[in-house]
């Protein structure tokens, strides 16, 4: 398979799955813009350039100044740049001594607890989850046979490996007489 119609296809498989799980999209965003205007009311004018709460801190060294709540916008990449993780401490200590109290941690920590350990890891274990499903879809909607007969093949092998340990399906089939069903129906449309 040539790499572009492989790019395309992982591609497309990745925005499909992307549309799937629109609604915890959504809620990852609004609780973004939630935080973000939350961020402006507590926050908003505490950093500038020169200010001397902030003076010899790492928040000032490491050039943290644009990093800050002072309007809306500003507030939203901050709010990504703590939800990638990106020196996050650093930002949050910058704030506390900003603001001139330790309370101010406790915004930044339940962002962290609520967008990055929960939120993010939802709807990436959604995007990951659906991953091999959407694959396989793509590959019956596009008649790959020979594709779809090599992928087939690998999940075999793999079903084949892990078959000794594992328990039928609550359906009394189990997974790798599924799979062999799929196959026999990818067959059966060949003729």
Known sequence: M???????NITRIALECTLE?????????????????IGV????GLIWEGNPALHNTTFEASGYGPNNFNDYASSLVTLFELLV???WMITMDGFVKASGTKWARMYFVSWWLLAVVIVLNIVIAYIVASFPKKR??????????????????????????FS???????GGRSHLST??????ASEVRRR
């Open 2 to 8: 040539p790499i572009v119609t492989y790019s395309w």
């Open 179 to 184: 799979l062999a069903w799929l196959e026999a």
């Open 21 to 37: 799980y629109y609604e915890i999209l959504h809620s990852r965003f609004a609780l973004e813009h939630r935080y973000g205007a």
């Open 136 to 161: 396989r879809e793509l590959l019956i909607r596009n008649r790959d046979e020979e594709e779809l007969k090599q992928f087939f093949q690998v999940r075999r092998a793999t079903s084949t490996r």
């Open 85 to 87: 993780v990106n020196n």
């Open 41 to 44: 009311q507590l926050f908003g």
């Open 164 to 170: 000794t340990s594992r328990s039928q399906t609550s």
